[in-house]
DNA sequence: AGGGTACGATACGTGTCGTACCGTAAATAA
DNA sequence: TTATTTACGGTACGACACGTATCGTACCCT
């Protein structure tokens, strides 16, 4: 769980546990009632005021707790979506990548989320406070995450360690994202596949001669 | 130049020009000051009533001629935008993507285009009209754009024509938007490079058995 | 002249946000 | 027990931007 604290301020060791404490009771229902308005409505049109009268909840609780909707959101997205990204470990970088790429498109269309995961890049934008959330709670997690796929197959040797693996996650998910956002085209299983083919294959091409490491950060 | 008529009807033949032509001096004075709030403000906090005063012009005017900020921001962005992505016809298909990316990256950065194109595609997500005049046109007109790129190399044999023109399209300006959107990592040089190494190295392998073709649509 | 349309100015209703207030509830500390 | 501290519910409120309505005036055609 991430709470507004956890967001702005570093974790204090202190709780100052004096005074009433915090219903976790409301919490709960905060974050369900996001939830299923969420499904309901989607982000857009989801209202603060209705998410107080669905878990039965003062507004001014949920304020005291989350600064913005899109903290709300957040929070109620973010451990719900990360719990279904697994690593896989099929073997080879072809099938880790193919496999990760499927799980990450399954979960953006067959599932709620995909609108939720859009409506939170959309709101980034608009809000610099949850951008700098968003980037080292969602970002930096999803892609750490990821990024294990890769180094292990630079261990393995199947993979240059030339290979800069931000730009391939880049590549990968940069892909995915694009259709998410621009609606221009599906993200269907024959994209999946076509992105990892070419990717993998020019990742597997020796590029000795056209440096690639070290332009991530 | 795009009207508001033009966005939401078929244009018509008949431009009906009884009774008092539109100011074309208003227009003028609206998208430049649009323009200038970008500029000074962004797309965020930018507000019609601020566009009208600072172009002289009733509120009124506005809204008669863009339903909402969203296609008014569109319009005063998209032409100036699609000016500065002419297509390069450097030779090779390298050398081709690579200045075209470049190019890209370069008015991102440059410009206050960046954070407008951000702007807008966050708006994307929330205004469903909006998404429909963005995806016909700017995203499918880009993308036509930048197509020949491709197409030419499969003319010229350097590519074949098993390639989805399409993901490749994806996998470069995916990422950039990516690095864009997420702000995880900068639109580095190396990163330009990095990416369009990888995928034009690629697609320049043989990948005959694993079929790529059609899955774009 | 007369009809049709755009214009300026302004007022208005709406929706959502986030805050302020205040009496009450729940926990700790003396 | 009593005092203190903090959260809670309920509500009212101010702020802000949106988009619409109204109406008298200006412009261009037939």
């Given at each position: 769980m991430v709470t507004c604290?956890?967001?702005?301020?570093?974790?204090?060791?202190?709780?100052?546990?004096?005074?009433?404490?915090?219903?976790?009771?409301?919490?709960?229902?905060?974050?369900?009632?996001?939830?299923?308005?969420?499904?309901?409505?989607?982000?857009?049109?989801?209202?603060?005021?209705?998410?107080a009268l669905r878990a039965k909840v003062s507004k001014t609780t949920i304020y005291r707790r989350w600064p913005t909707k899109g903290t709300l959101v957040f929070e109620a997205f973010s451990d719900q979506f990360l719990a279904l990204q697994p690593i896989p470990s099929a073997g080879s970088l072809h099938e880790d990548l193919l496999a990760a790429l499927r799980r990450f498109i399954k979960v953006i269309k067959g599932t709620v989320m995909g609108r939720t995961l859009a409506g939170l890049v959309a709101e980034v934008q608009r809000d610099p406070e949850l951008a700098e959330v968003w980037r080292d709670r969602f970002v930096v997690r999803v892609r750490t995450h990821h990024r294990v796929m890769i180094d292990r197959a630079i261990e393995r040797g199947e993979l240059s360690d030339d290979v800069d693996a931000e730009v391939v996650l880049d590549l990968l998910y940069g892909a995915a994202y694009h259709r998410l956002l621009q609606s221009h085209l599906p993200l269907s299983d024959g994209f999946a596949q076509a992105v990892v083919d070419t990717v993998v294959a020019g990742l597997l091409t020796n590029h000795a001669g056209t440096a690639t490491k070290g332009v991530g950060g």
């Amino acid at each position: 769980m991430v709470t507004c604290q956890d967001m702005t301020e570093p974790t204090t060791s202190a709780p100052a546990l004096r005074g009433r404490p915090r219903s976790e009771r409301s919490h709960q229902a905060i974050i369900a009632a996001t939830n299923e308005l969420l499904n309901e409505r989607g982000f857009v049109d989801l209202t603060i005021d209705e998410v107080a009268l669905r878990a039965k909840v003062s507004k001014t609780t949920i304020y005291r707790r989350w600064p913005t909707k899109g903290t709300l959101v957040f929070e109620a997205f973010s451990d719900q979506f990360l719990a279904l990204q697994p690593i896989p470990s099929a073997g080879s970088l072809h099938e880790d990548l193919l496999a990760a790429l499927r799980r990450f498109i399954k979960v953006i269309k067959g599932t709620v989320m995909g609108r939720t995961l859009a409506g939170l890049v959309a709101e980034v934008q608009r809000d610099p406070e949850l951008a700098e959330v968003w980037r080292d709670r969602f970002v930096v997690r999803v892609r750490t995450h990821h990024r294990v796929m890769i180094d292990r197959a630079i261990e393995r040797g199947e993979l240059s360690d030339d290979v800069d693996a931000e730009v391939v996650l880049d590549l990968l998910y940069g892909a995915a994202y694009h259709r998410l956002l621009q609606s221009h085209l599906p993200l269907s299983d024959g994209f999946a596949q076509a992105v990892v083919d070419t990717v993998v294959a020019g990742l597997l091409t020796n590029h000795a001669g056209t440096a690639t490491k070290g332009v991530g950060g």
